[in-house]
Every structure is written in C-alpha cells, then in structure tokens.
C-alpha cells in the first residue's frame, strides 16, 4: 500500500462540510484565499491544487455556463484571468500554464453550478518519476506563502 504523509489534511477530514457553492461562500468571507477581486470576478486558490500555482478564476455572480454572461462580465472575467496570468509569472515564473474550464460534473467540474476557470502553472519535468511511478504528485509551496507571493503582485 502507497502512503503520503499528508497530516494537514486532517482538519479538512474532520470539519463540517459548508452548504452551499464554494464561490459564493468565499465571496460571503468564508475563505481566506481570495487574493484577486476586481469589479466582475475574483482569483482564489485551488485547496487542492493539480499543481504548484493552480488558481481558479470565477465571476462574481453565480452562473453555471459562459453563454449566460453579459459582454462586460465575460470581459472582465478573462481580463482577470489575463491579470492572474501576470501575477503568476511574477511570483512562479513557470513555464507554461494549462488554463481551462469545466462545465459539467462529467467534464470535471467539482463545483458546476458556478462558472470558473483554472490556471495551472507548468514547468518542465513538473511531472517527474514519483508522479509517473508512484502516481503521487507533490506541491512543493504551501497555500499561505503562494497567497502572500500573489498579493504583492496584486
């Protein structure tokens, strides 16, 4: 059996799962993560990012498709997402990114009913042996110093 030492992970097991959508939640101050909001959307960490960096972008209003934004929050979302882009390359400096939607539960959404797009930093060899071997994946910055390294390119 293949084990990860992972103790941070036990105060996710034993609190109370909140109701409701997760964006709307951390909008409502329930996440200390948000390290982006502009006037029609908002960055905030992935918890359980695929990568180092992995951030999602999401418009303030709660919509589940692209199709039901109005022009100006389509504009502003992608500018954020554009913004976002930025800080990271200033505080990561990776790369590449992958950058991408999911629209439904069976393309991957964990949340579909609110609209978000996730920004993963990529660098070479991000994905080395004991990822491939092992299928383990390490994520060598905690999400307090990443949110600190976001907000002084905010």
Same mark, same amino acid.
């Not at 909140?18 to 390290?35: E, H, Q, R, T």
């Not at 418009?59 to 199709?67: C, E, Q, T, V, Y």
């Not at 393309?107 to 579909?112: K, P």
């Not at 993963?120 to 999400?143: C, E, H, M, Y």
């Given at each position: ?36 909001? +502009? ?63 999911? +629209? ?27 990822? +491939? ?22």
């Amino acid at each position: 059996m293949d084990r990860l030492w992972a103790p941070w992970r036990v105060n996710y097991l034993k609190s109370k799962k909140p109701k409701g959508c997760v964006f709307c939640n951390a909008l409502k101050g329930k996440s200390d993560y948000i390290f982006l909001k +502009t006037r029609h959307a908002f960055g905030i960490l992935n918890i359980y990012p695929y990568n180092n960096g992995h951030v999602m972008v999401s418009p303030l209003r709660h919509i589940a498709d692209i199709s039901l934004l109005k022009d100006a929050e389509l504009l502003g979302l992608f500018r954020t997402v554009e913004k976002v882009k930025k800080m990271l390359d200033k505080a990561l400096r990776p790369e590449g990114y992958n950058i991408g939607i999911n +629209t439904s539960k069976s393309a991957g959404a964990g949340e579909a009913g609110h609209l978000h797009i996730h920004i993963v930093p990529r660098w070479r060899g991000d994905a080395n042996f004991i990822t +491939t071997v092992f299928d383990t994946k390490v994520i060598g910055q905690s999400l307090d110093h990443l949110y600190k390294e976001l907000k002084k390119h905010a």
